[in-house]
């Protein structure tokens, strides 16, 4: 069974930048697309990013596209999440996770990280 396991989250000031990284051990992710969400308190969990399993299909969210990177590294096992520019809009409690395909739906990944917390101030 894949165990994904985020880092890199924290807290920063408006303006600056974080990598999150998802680790993946017991699998490999060589055939898995791979997404980002994110949960802000009271509020449902939103797509971020999505990557194909080659990493030659990306898609974002409107709020993140032009600021936030998604890329992967088949070799480590890893996907990444550059993010530039944060805003304190981008507060929340990011996940990683595994699915089939790139899409946008929480319900279309079957596994998940326990998430990383990233805290944007004013």
């Known amino acids: 069974q894949v165990q994904l396991v985020e880092s890199g989250g924290g807290l920063v000031q408006a303006g600056a930048s974080l990598r999150l990284s998802c680790a993946a051990s017991?699998?490999?992710?060589?055939?898995?697309?791979m997404g980002w969400f994110r949960q802000a308190p009271g509020k449902e969990r939103e797509f971020v990013a999505a990557?194909?399993?080659?990493?030659?299909?990306?898609d974002y969210a409107d709020s993140v596209k032009g600021r936030f990177t998604i890329s992967r590294d088949n070799a480590k096992n890893t996907v990444y999440l550059q993010m530039n520019s944060l805003k304190p809009g981008d507060t929340a409690v990011y996940y990683c996770?595994?699915?089939?395909?790139?899409?946008?739906?929480?319900?279309?990944?079957?596994?998940w990280g326990q998430g990383t917390q990233v805290t944007v101030s004013s």
């Open positions: 996770a595994a699915g089939r395909s790139p899409f946008r739906a929480p319900s279309d990944y079957n596994y």
């Open positions: 017991g699998g490999s992710l060589r055939t898995s697309a």
């Open positions: 990557i194909s399993w080659s990493g030659s299909l990306t």
